[in-house]
């Protein structure tokens, strides 16, 4: 059997062991079997190659997004509106939301996005240590997400809770993900009920007034709304904090590219880019819906696809030197935020938390370092991303 039948055949996102270190096999499946099969989890195809991977995202007509996770993670018949919909029902969700994630909405958030990095900052700073994955990039979003949508701050205990159950435990422990949905399912239906009755300048009153529009004018079910709160809390949640600690944990690899950062501010935005690039936090899945072929595999309805965003973002054909880290890559065609009509709504809120989380550890620990010895676990799945940063540095005021 050859190295990449090895990989592929048995190919599982979710084996922890290989989820650590899985960049060198996404190469050998890139340059040797682009599209593959493997028979893990009832069996999926794994995308590699970049090109493939773009044609994916535009072609709706045999690719649909209706299957979120592989395996299931619990959400049964339920379905996410705007991640789990096709053209051109997909639209009508999006507009209704789309306004709340545009870039000049988001930009009004950068100055309470700012205080609470340095809030977070403060908690620690003077120790001279932090683990920060879990005292910041873990904490920052779940602020965040939970000021726009108007959840209380102190629930972010709870949003950490269910994202790890649906995103880590799905395979391991099914029961667990699938009774994580009813306890967020009973959570945001108490919140609609609450913005019912008094509405506030929050996302949960906006989708409680919500309708959708053109001929299917309605106002949205129930079942809808809740599964629209429950997307934008995992959404904004766990994939920006997974990004921030892969950011954070590269810069405390690569020293002196951090010292470059902390001489030019200005290059933030554009490493952060470049690091998206080599660093995606998310693997989507599509479901087929009617028969097509793709690099000569035939691919049925109804099979399972992983989108693997990690190795497209490296597909030596596209990208010059693609395993290197150029802050000054132009152009950078990378496939972090997605492509087509399902590109990341959020992609402008993820920018923002990043450059400006990355803004101020460098300001004001421009000097930390990873605990000598210190062995960095990497979550598995489709959420990617370092789950402990234990790091010294200078302590200040």
Not at 55 to 67: A, K, L, N, P, R
Not at 130 to 143: E, Q
Not at 236 to 247: A, E, H, K, L, Y
Not at 385 to 397: D, E, I, K, S
Request: aromatic content about 10%; overall charge negative.
């Amino acid at each position: 059997m050859s190295d990449v039948d090895r990989v592929t055949e048995h190919f599982d996102h979710h084996d922890v062991a290989f989820m650590q270190d899985p960049l060198d096999a996404y190469a050998v499946m890139r340059r040797q079997c682009p599209v593959a099969h493997s028979d893990q989890h009832d069996g999926f195809w794994i995308i590699t190659a970049y090109d493939d991977l773009h044609e994916v995202y535009f072609d709706t007509d045999h690719f649909s997004s209706f299957i979120p996770t592989i395996p299931n993670s619990g959400h049964g018949e339920r379905r996410f509106p705007l991640t789990m919909s096709d053209p051109p029902e997909h639209s009508l969700y999006r507009q209704i939301v789309q306004p709340y994630f545009t870039q000049q909405k988001m930009a009004e958030y950068e100055p309470e996005i700012r205080r609470r990095v340095n809030g977070l900052i403060d908690a620690f700073i003077e120790r001279g240590e932090a683990d920060l994955f879990w005292d910041f990039s873990r904490k920052l979003p779940a602020s965040v997400i939970a000021d726009i949508m108007g959840t209380p701050f102190e629930d972010g205990v709870k949003f950490e809770d269910w994202a790890h159950r649906i995103t880590q435990a799905t395979a391991t422990e099914p029961e667990s993900a699938a009774l994580a949905y009813e306890e967020m399912t009973d959570y945001f239906m108490a919140l609609l009920a609450d913005r019912d009755a008094e509405p506030r300048d929050d996302l949960i009153t906006l989708l409680v007034q919500a309708r959708t529009a053109g001929e299917d004018d309605r106002p949205l079910s129930d079942e809808e709304r809740v599964m629209f709160c429950i997307l934008i809390m995992m959404a904004g949640f766990d994939t920006t904090s997974s990004f921030i600690g892969s950011v954070l944990w590269w810069l405390a690899e690569h020293p002196d590219e951090r010292t470059r950062l902390v001489a030019d501010p200005a290059l933030v935005p554009p490493a952060v880019d470049e690091l998206l690039r080599c660093f995606p936090p998310g693997s989507p899945a599509r479901v087929m819906k009617k028969d097509a072929e793709l690099r000569g595999q035939q691919l049925r309805e109804g099979d399972p696809v992983l989108l693997l965003t990690a190795s497209a973002n490296r597909d030596e054909s596209v990208f010059e030197a693609a395993d290197e880290v150029v802050f000054e890559r132009k152009p950078n065609k990378h496939l972090g935020f997605g492509m087509g009509i399902h590109r990341c709504l959020g992609m402008h809120l993820a920018r923002l938390e990043s450059e400006v989380a990355i803004h101020e550890i460098l300001r004001r620990l421009p000097d930390y370092a990873l605990v000598p010895d210190t062995v960095v676990e990497w979550s598995h799945g489709q959420i990617w991303g370092p789950r402990n940063l234990p790091v010294t540095f200078t302590p200040r005021r």
